[in-house]
């Protein structure tokens, strides 16, 4: 089974500046998809950045990136130019490449603080 | 266009109790599925549905249930409440199954079991 840790339970980061939160994931395929997912206090949870496992490059979405390491199973989000509105909860997500399967298998998160 | 909608957003149940919450998904959205969100346990996954058809279910107990109508709307059952199950239940659409297929989710409903 798929296991997905994000080892950082809570971070904080000076408005402006740049921050990056980690996750590790553990899965024996060889293709998969990865996501970043925020959820803010309102708690409706939104897409940040998606990547597809065969694809080298790594996703940016305007101020967020990701370093995606598939040999090291690691798929870290670089939030740049942090803003107030930043500050949410943070789920790495694995999706298996299987067809039809919806299922995500989400991180316990990280708490992303923005300090003014 | 309307977001995906859950209801109720909050309510509160004894043990033993059922319940049942519904989701509405966004329009054309052919596919939900559902989560249990709890401090201890964090986000898990109930089960998926798509075109009346749940394809994917989690490791929960039968006392969840669920199912999908035709016009894709979504409820799930909890019955014998247990204590355990007082949680945040999101519900999430798609308008393709798998892949990079982006999930949209709802507010919650938020289950207490006392």
């Known amino acids: 089974a798929q296991t997905v840790t994000q080892s950082q339970p809570e971070m904080s980061v000076q408005e402006a500046e740049t921050v990056t939160l980690s996750c590790t994931y553990d899965?024996?395929?060889?293709?998969?998809?990865l996501f970043w997912y925020k959820q803010p206090p309102s708690r409706q949870m939104i897409l940040v950045i998606r990547q597809e496992a065969y694809k080298q490059q790594n996703a940016t979405e305007n101020r967020f990136s990701v370093n995606f390491q598939k040999a090291a199973k690691s798929f870290s989000l670089k939030i740049s130019d942090s803003q107030l509105g930043d500050a949410a909860m943070y789920f790495c997500a694995y999706r298996t490449p299987n067809f039809g399967n919806e299922k995500l298998t989400f991180g316990t998160g990280t708490r992303l603080t923005i300090i003014p | 266009k309307a977001g995906v909608t859950q209801t109720p957003r909050y309510l509160i149940k004894t043990r033993g109790q059922q319940v049942t919450l519904s989701c509405s998904p966004i329009s054309g959205h052919r596919s939900v599925s559902w989560y249990q969100q709890t401090p201890g346990q964090g986000l898990q996954f109930l089960f998926e549905y798509f075109s009346e058809t749940q394809r994917n279910k989690g490791n929960f107990p039968g006392r969840f249930s669920g199912r999908q109508f035709s016009n894709s709307r979504s409820e799930m059952n909890v019955s014998t409440l247990e204590l355990g199950d007082s949680a945040l239940y999101l519900c999430?659409?798609?308008?393709?199954?798998?892949?990079?297929?982006?999930?949209?989710f709802g507010e919650g409903s938020r289950l207490t079991v006392l």
């Open positions: 999430a659409s798609s308008l393709t199954s798998g892949g990079t297929g982006e999930l949209f």
């Open positions: 899965t024996s395929e060889s293709d998969y998809y």
